[in-house]
């Protein structure tokens, strides 16, 4: 069993409205604690703007601008460059926005930050769709899942953002994940420290729109990663590849047996599922292997 | 010994280039900009300006408009003051932010260079890009001239931050964007005093850990709109109130109403905009013929200086309402705004809805003498009346 390092500053209060049992939760916890009071935020509506409240009343310590779906990573443009007006370089300019915000409609306003190379800390939790508007398909809902969009299972593949995002050329990408608490609070660690876009996707079972039980968000998320299916990595400057955690130890069946979005799956889509898996961790160890020092 | 006290340096500028010059004089912390037909002098300006180290606000050139006024606005709500410049698409592209700002009580300062929408493609001089804004909760302004847009730019800021209400300024595309004319420049410093830093109310990152626009309540939400309007009502006189202190910085009137030849008047042209010197033309010619002619020059568009409007028309006995863009299903939108305006007013001119120039037609001063000889004993007519 792994020991958390951490610490809890108080910078995410009990009161928030999130489902019970839900892991983005938890990891606003450790992503507000560990980027500290000097921040300013900027959330895009989705589960962590509902989870932070409403008006007057806010779970997060630090200011928090709520934005528009689609400008998460341009409001925290406006952000910064005002603080930098002010004198204020070393303040940390928190995005927080889900999957649909960044790999949808929002994209364009992150591709755009990142080729700037604003100085903003992004962070995507992606639980695969739209869950605030009921669990309709977003592009990073993967292959088979079923959602309110796609309700025979999606036919295409999940969007790689990530590869994406380093075709950018940022200096810092990163996934992580609620089941490795401590390594989600190093890379936000590490993140803060770096000048400029830096980008981490964080996976999030999302308990009613993955049809996932109460209890059991971490243990999926640790499937997810254990299966190869969300591998942990950080990549910097676009081209240094490195896994964080050691991981994708089984195939995916466990994973897929939490949710209810797999329950339809034939062998042969389990199969297709498992190839794409298996493809798709093939090419990214091959990018740690042959990355440039 | 005082130095003499209008001093101004005088440029030949165009519209475009005033715009730059009024913005580098108030010296915005951050600037968002985004390329688009007729507004792209302002924004090259600018730049230049900034390589040459006489404008030194935080510039972005993100990806879109949309981006732009996103940064805008976060940008402001951060206690920065902060100018931004659009046209046409460009402005129709924010619509969704342009509310948002409005709600946020941000105050940016806009200039939107009036221009066609698509579909077809044009480039003219047309209203309606921004006149549809009208309900976003921005403060707008119509100029006519370089030298209205330098003078409204500044001022924009004064009374976007005394109401905490984002002001767009306009001017027609190139009629008033592309043309060179003389334009006194007031010094740095005269703009300076003029425009004090104000400490924000509420600002975010101020420490207290506030955060804003989060989900509200019907009833808070309502509030909001309250507040909104109370802010609105106070603009018409502080518009007044800082037009006459930049006058007696600079000699040069500015009120939300700005009216020519009207004591006397029996037919009165109500413009906005570039036209409003075509009307000052014709009026002269038609004064010359002993046409009791005058002109009324809405340069406060939101919040529309009613009261005023029917101060000016009172027992008038004819007003053209020349519009210069054309809202499908209605007419004119001036038109529209004018009836609302003087509805129910005992001693009410004949009202006439005149769409003059839609699209970027060109409208001579003979144009508007022709239609005052029309319609100066016609019958009342409240539909709108494209004109040839
Ligand atoms: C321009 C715009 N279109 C649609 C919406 C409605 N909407 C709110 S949240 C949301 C989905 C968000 O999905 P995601 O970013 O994945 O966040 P999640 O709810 O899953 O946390 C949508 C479509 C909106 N707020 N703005
Ligand atoms: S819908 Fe899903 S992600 Fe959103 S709060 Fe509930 S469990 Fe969390
Ligand atoms: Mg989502």
Known sequence: MEKISYSDEGQFCSG????????????????LNAVGPDTVGVV???????????????????PVLHGTLESAAASASGIKRALLAQGRDDTTVLCLAGDGGTYDIGLQALSSAAERNEDILYICFDNEGYMNTGGQKSSSTPLNAATGSTPLGKVTRKKNLIEILAAHRIPYIATTSPSHLSDMAAKIEKAKAIRGTKVIIVLIPCLPGWGVADNAAVK????????????????????????????????????LAEQKRYRHLSDDARNKLQAEVDETWARLTAMVDNCPL | MNAPAFTDNVQLLNGNHA?????????????????????????????EFQSQNTFDAELLTPESEHSAMAAAIAASATGARVFTATSSQGLLLMHELLHFAAGA???????NVNRTPASPWGFWPDQIDSLSQRDTGWIQFYCENPQDSLDTVIQAFRIAETVNLPVMVNHDAFYVSHSVEPVSLPSAETVKDFLPRQPRQIQLGD??????GAPIDQASWNLTRREMDAGMSLVEDLTAEVGRSWATLTRRTSAPLEQYQTDDAEIVFVTMGSMTGTARIAVDTLRERGVAAGLIKVRLFRPLPAAALRAALMDVPCALVLDRNYSPGTGGVLHQELKSALFGMAGAPRLYGLLTGVGGVNVPAETLE?????????????NPIWVE
Not at chain 1, 238 to 253: E, L, W
């Open chain 1, 220 to 255: 999926t998320a640790r499937l997810g990663v254990e299966s190869g299916v969300f591998p942990l990595f950080e990549i910097e400057d676009g081209v240094r590849y490195t896994m964080t955690v050691d991981q994708k130890n089984q195939p995916i069946d466990a994973y």
């Open chain 2, 370 to 382: 022709k239609l005052a000889a029309d319609y100066s004993d016609a019958a009342p007519d409240n």
């Open chain 1, 16 to 31: 928030h409205v999130a489902c019970a049992g839900c892991v983005e939760a938890l990891s606003m916890r450790v992503i």
């Open chain 2, 207 to 212: 420490g207290s850990g506030r955060s804003l």
């Open chain 2, 105 to 111: 009580r941000t105050p940016i300062v806009m200039f």
């Open chain 1, 44 to 62: 895009a509506p989705s589960c962590s703007a509902v989870i932070l409240g409403g008006h007057p009343m806010s779970a997060a310590k630090i």
């Open chain 2, 19 to 47: 715009v730059a010059w009024g913005v580098r004089l108030a010296a915005p912390d951050v600037a968002p900009l985004y390329p688009i037909t007729p507004q792209t002098p302002i924004l090259e300006k600018l730049i």
